[in-house]
């Protein structure tokens, strides 16, 4: 069994952990919590999501969601309305009070990345940047349905394990 502090999974679920900590302690002194802040940021990449999308961006039932979408209309960040062809959906959207702690929150986020990633130079920042979204979009189209997943399993034995190897630390065989 291979040093977990050496296993990338572990590492990438323990940068992301601390960022979330960091960014929380940074949020707080807004008076928001971390469940607010997701909220709001699912609301304002996507303006008039339904309290059922809402819950599945945001891996939650949908009782869930309706509660945190109860507290931010009572804070007064966002409302609902009622879609015009199905009035029992309702969809949800930022206030403007809202949309001007979003951008409060998002320049924090910027100060705790920027905090996180300043022994990095820029050019390997970029090279993360990109390496990222590389996985990202291997696990997403793995995670399309489309047989995908089969292949990130079942694919070059090799090149994995020279990917593992080089991103473990250790040699390659």
């Known amino acids: 069994m291979p040093n977990t502090d050496e296993y990338i999974g572990v590492v990438i679920s323990d940068v992301a952990r601390l960022l979330r900590t960091e960014f929380d302690r940074r949020v707080r002194r807004l008076g928001i919590t971390r469940a607010q802040w997701l ?44 879609q015009a062809d199905d009035r029992r959906v309702k969809r949800v959207y930022l206030t403007k009070e809202a949309e001007r702690v979003h951008k409060r929150i998002w320049r924090v986020a910027e100060d705790t990345v920027d905090a996180a990633l300043v022994d990095l130079a820029a050019p390997e920042r970029k090279q993360l940047m990109t390496l990222l979204q590389r996985i990202k979009k291997t696990l997403v189209s793995a995670d399309d349905g489309d047989g995908s997943a089969t292949s990130l399993v079942n694919g070059s034995r090799r090149r994995n394990a020279l990917a593992n190897g080089r991103l473990n630390g250790r040699a390659a065989p």
Do not use: Q
Request: aromatic share 2%; net charge positive.
């Open 39 to 82: 909220v709001l940021t699912r609301l304002h990449r996507r303006p008039g999501a339904s309290h059922s999308e809402l819950a599945e961006m945001m891996e939650v039932e949908k009782a869930t969601a309706g509660r945190m979408i109860d507290r931010l209309v009572a804070n007064g960040w966002v409302e609902r309305r009622t």
